[in-house]
């Protein structure tokens, strides 16, 4: 629903310049991922322990048909759980304004599940490959990996360059179009790219790159005002003509959203590699990515 929403409620907040259809209700406890999503995937871990379902990495399996009260019960209680740790995560003094909550809270909530109903493990290193360096030790397998098709460098470095640049040149057009609200539109890409993840639960190949999408925007939001050298920047942005430095400013920033999107695909793909692979239940990479690239990216450039 957040891939659907969040281009949707981004508009609204645009043209009413209110942010409580995004706070409310793209973020909020009605269909936020650190509720819906973070419920679902404790569920399944709660639902692969007592041998319901094979695997509690299985989160793109319905739990609806299982007809299990104690199943929905847990994810209602986690997805409670998640509204009470976004909450908490904002109040914290610097960390909380210079980071993202929804992500922190997905990743708090997998692992609070996992070590309540999974392997009870970090990383689990019984299953590691024998090998003697490091890199190769946690290189995923046939048995051990997350999405194959963007598992290796050439893979997800090409991947977060290329949607990075794009999803940096997309927020910053419609940063343009609706300067009041420039601030979260690289939420509409974040949404764009969760498409993709509609044919993963269809069973068809597909990309996950919303993470990438999230980063590489709100790193061209970011690096935009610092480089553009006049008052408002994305009120300008509608201007090419008239804004001498338009066409550098711009390309500088989309450039920075590519790096920012390598960046991302890179840290996901790490994550992936530690604390999802080899363990028995779901850790969410892209949330692992999001986190600490926009804690990076806040305490250095806001």
């Not at 993963?200 to 190949?205: A, E, F, H, T, Y």
């Amino acid at each position: 629903m957040v891939a659907i929403l969040a281009p949707v409620c981004w508009t609204i907040s645009a043209v009413t310049g209110s942010p409580v259809p995004l706070d409310a209700v793209v973020f909020g406890p009605f269909f936020g991922p650190h509720v819906d999503f973070s419920g679902g995937a404790a569920a399944t871990i709660y639902a692969a322990r007592h041998g319901l379902i094979p695997s509690g990495r299985l989160v793109n399996l319905s739990l609806g048909p299982l007809r299990n009260p104690r199943v929905l019960l847990v994810g209602a209680l986690f997805g409670a759980f998640g509204v009470l740790v976004a909450a908490g995560v904002r109040s914290i003094p610097w960390f909380g304004s210079h980071t993202d909550a929804i992500a922190v809270t997905v990743t708090l909530s997998a692992f609070a599940a996992r070590f309540t109903f999974g392997d009870k493990t970090f990383v689990n290193r019984a299953h590691f490959n024998t090998a003697t360096s490091w890199p190769r030790i946690i290189a995923p397998t046939a048995e051990h990996c997350w999405l194959p098709r963007q598992q290796q460098p050439r893979h997800f470095l090409v991947l977060g360059a290329i949607v990075g640049g794009l999803a940096g040149a997309v927020t910053l057009f419609l940063a343009g179009l609706a300067p009041d609200a420039a601030g979260s539109a690289n939420v509409v890409m974040f949404g764009v790219s969760g498409w993709a993840i509609i044919a993963l639960q269809l069973g068809r190949p597909g990309w996950v790159t919303h993470h990438i999408s999230n980063i590489a925007g709100l790193t061209a939001l970011l690096v935009m005002p610092r480089i553009a050298g006049i008052p408002e920047p994305f009120e300008a942005l509608s201007q090419p003509f008239v804004w001498p430095l338009w066409w550098v400013s711009t390309s500088v920033a989309v450039l920075a959203a590519a790096a920012g999107g390598v960046l991302a695909a890179a840290v996901a793909e790490l994550g992936a590699r530690l604390f999802l692979n080899r363990s028995d239940s779901f850790i969410d990479p892209p949330a692992l990515a999001i986190w600490p690239c926009a804690t990076l990216l806040l305490g250095l450039l806001r």
